[in-house]
């Protein structure tokens, strides 16, 4: 009986050690995953296999209606790695602002090695160091306005290009090839400082555009690795070969610059200003701090890479949707030619940059392009430094988190009628004609094409000046209209950065 009574106790307390055991297993391995934000409850596998299998277009479709379900700010799973995608803008604002240090990491890179390129460094010593070159050395006023007489070369050769190829306006004409050329060839001359042949810059464009797009195909790599190095072999192995083609193109073009540099320094810097300060030249002057050393040319390589198409892409690209609304909406065009013609008078010559800031509806109009085709739909994967907690849920480290600031530029609480392009909403006295507007979010989240806090894009004031730049100069020399019976089909097509499924064609007629 006695022998009886201790056998049950013992069974007892070893039941309550057992449950009390898997219940700690459980509440400790749980605890994590039930403060992330929400979503789906796929399991990781399946729910990678049917992503892969959708298009960039449906997977924003399918994250617009799991925000609808589960709320501004949601999980999914993909593998090892939590990925978060945030849709509200105020929360955005709390991350990339408020929160700005911590949520300004990247995604560790497949192989553990340190990135040498801005865009994907993680955010400690050689990203600042690269991004503050870029910025200080390439993109402050002054130097922008060094290579005005570049941008004036270049709208030249386009407006030339345009009038023999409309035939007087009777000829329809694809501009969004001529475009794309010309925003690459302003950034081929500031990264090497030099006018290169047409056909070389072409060869650099293409094989630059061929690898992006190829790396843009197989960027689920960052969400399942080892899976898709297997699944996209083909794919890596062109990208491999498209780099080998980049390097034998673009890396005697840097020994070139090296060379000038050191004759230069052999000369006693007396002839430096005869030549034009290139991004390149200060690539070739960079040290990196910490391991105390010079960018190797690979490194420039990459980081060249990064500068054209960075700059060539997203620009071109929002120039055709742009004008392509100038064509759609003739009373648009009007009002900004008249805005134009106030400024010009009777000079028929070009719109010169500083003439720029006197037209205020062409800001709007560049704005309202940023607002309602905003080329990228989600900025690049943020991770964060520490584990933190955003709008009440747990944002892991070893998870990325995802902005789709696409959707934010469409808020309908914020935006009337956001579909519609409207430049009007930006002039007035809330906006002050549009240069009041707040593009970096710094102080609230409207809209942010560029991204907001540490990782805005540190080119976007370059781009607006060549936006506004070609923008005005296209509509002050021709008039722009549609081919006949064409109604401008606003259909998009996701690529690296969203574009013109049917590309503008549109009849072009010389205005003087
Ligand atoms: C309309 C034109 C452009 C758009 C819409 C655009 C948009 C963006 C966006 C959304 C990001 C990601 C920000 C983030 O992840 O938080 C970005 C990053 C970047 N952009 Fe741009 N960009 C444009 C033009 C340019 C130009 C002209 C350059 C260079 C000359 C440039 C260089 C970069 C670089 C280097 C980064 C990485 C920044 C970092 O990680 O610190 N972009 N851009």
Redesign the pocket.
Same mark, same amino acid.
């Given at each position: 009986m006695v022998a009886c009574f201790f056998i049950f106790i013992f069974i007892s307390i070893s039941i309550s050690v057992l449950l009390k055991l898997i219940f700690n297993y459980l509440t400790k391995t749980r605890k994590p995953s039930r403060n992330l934000p929400p979503g789906p409850l796929l399991l990781p596998i399946i729910g990678n296999l049917l992503l892969f299998r959708k298009s960039f277009n449906d997977l924003q479709c399918i994250l617009q209606s799991l925000h609808a379900r589960f709320g501004p700010i949601i999980t999914l799973h993909f593998g090892s790695r939590p990925a978060i995608f945030v849709d509200d803008r105020f929360i955005a604002h709390q991350a990339?602002v408020q929160n700005g240090a911590i949520f300004?990491d990247?995604p560790p890179a497949l192989d553990g090695r340190e990135q040498v390129?801005?865009?994907?460094?993680l955010h400690g010593s050689t990203?600042r160091v690269l991004?503050r070159n870029?910025t200080a050395e390439?993109?402050q006023s002054s130097r922008v306005k060094s290579y005005s007489y570049a941008r004036k070369l270049v709208l030249e050769r386009l407006s030339k290009l345009l009038k023999v190829q409309s035939k007087s306006g009777d000829h329809p004409v694809q501009v969004m090839e001529h475009f794309r050329f010309s925003m690459f060839s302003l950034?081929v001359f500031?990264c090497f400082g030099d006018k290169l042949e047409e056909k070389k810059i072409k060869e650099i464009a293409d094989v630059e555009r061929n690898l992006m797009l190829s790396f843009s195909q197989v960027s689920m790599i960052s969400i399942w690795p080892r899976a898709t190095k297997i699944l996209f072999r083909k794919q890596w192995k062109k990208i491999f070969e498209l780099q080998e083609k980049s390097k034998d193109l673009i890396v005697p073009l840097i020994l070139e610059r090296k060379k000038v540099m050191e004759e230069k320094l052999s000369a006693g810097g007396n002839q430096i200003n005869k030549y034009v300060l290139s991004y390149v030249d200060t690539l070739l002057d960079l040290q990196l701090p910490e391991e105390n050393r010079n960018l190797s040319v690979e490194e420039i390589l990459g980081l060249c890479s990064?500068?054209l198409n960075?700059?060539?892409d997203?620009?071109s690209?929002?120039l055709e949707w742009i004008m392509a609304n100038l064509v759609k909406y003739p009373h648009i065009q009007e009002k900004l030619f008249m805005e134009i013609k106030g400024v010009m008078g009777d000079d028929e010559e070009m719109v010169k940059e500083d003439d720029l800031q006197k037209m205020p509806y062409l800001k709007a109009v560049i704005l309202e392009g940023?607002r309602r085709h905003?080329?990228?739909r989600?900025?690049?994967? %943020?991770a964060v430094t520490e584990d933190v907690v955003l709008n009440g849920y747990l944002v892991p480290k070893n998870g990325t988190v995802n902005?789709m600031?696409g959707d934010m530029g469409w808020d309908q609480k914020l935006w009337e009628d956001p579909m519609s392009f409207k430049p009007e909403r930006f002039l007035g006295t809330d906006n002050k004609d549009g240069e009041g507007f707040d593009i970096t979010g710094s102080k609230e989240i409207k809209m942010?094409?560029?991204?907001?806090?540490?990782?805005?894009?540190?080119?976007?004031a370059?781009?607006?000046l %060549?936006?506004e730049y070609f923008v005005a100069n296209l509509v002050w020399h021709f008039e722009w209209k549609a081919v006949d019976g064409d109604n401008v089909n606003m259909e998009e097509k996701h690529e690296f950065?969203v574009r013109m499924k049917y590309p503008l064609q549109a009849l072009i007629s010389s205005r003087f």
């Open positions: 990339l300004a990247r390129v801005i865009t994907t460094a990203w991004r870029l390439m993109l950034l500031m990064e500068f960075g700059g060539t997203n620009t690209t929002l940023l905003p080329p990228l989600f900025l690049m994967p %943020h902005f600031i942010i094409p560029f991204g907001a806090g540490r990782r805005i894009c540190p080119g976007y370059l781009a607006i %060549h936006l950065s």
